[in-house]
């Protein structure tokens, strides 16, 4: 079984930063290749949406548009480690954030089977 924890969240002001690590372990129950690591994010009354992703080796990654520029998707397949930093917060990046694994390379959360447990990020002045 797949397993993700969630660290580094915290409370930030405007303009600040904070980085987002995800230790990823196990395996699909069937073998499956885990082929993309990706971060979401949700703010109360809002649905869950996208943030960004990586795919297994590293070499692909892909972002929503109001964080390009501002929060860098990375992984350490050494530690099986994915991090986001994220740079430059606004209040409305305030949201629990969730790291996730998929078997496919997508930006759908349906598409996604293993879920962490979700980290708060708070920004506020």
């Known amino acids: 079984q797949v397993q993700l924890i969630e660290s580094g969240g915290g409370l930030v002001q405007p303009g600040g930063s904070l980085r987002l690590s995800c230790s990823v372990s196990g395996r699909p129950f069937n073998n499956a290749r885990l082929e993309a690591t990706g971060w979401f994010r949700q703010a109360p009354g809002k649905d869950r949406e996208f943030v960004a992703l990586?795919?297994?080796?590293?070499?692909?990654?892909y972002y929503e548009d109001s964080v390009k520029g501002r929060f860098t998707i990375s992984r350490d397949n050494t530690v099986n480690t994915v991090t986001l930093q994220m740079n430059s917060l606004r209040p409305e990046d305030t949201a629990v954030y969730y790291c996730?694994?998929?078997?496919?390379?997508?930006?759908?959360?349906?598409?996604?089977?293993?879920w962490g447990q979700g980290t708060q990020v708070t920004v506020s002045s």
């Open positions: 996730a694994a998929t078997t496919k390379f997508s930006i759908i959360p349906s598409d996604y089977d293993y």
């Open positions: 990586i795919n297994r080796s590293g070499g692909m990654t």
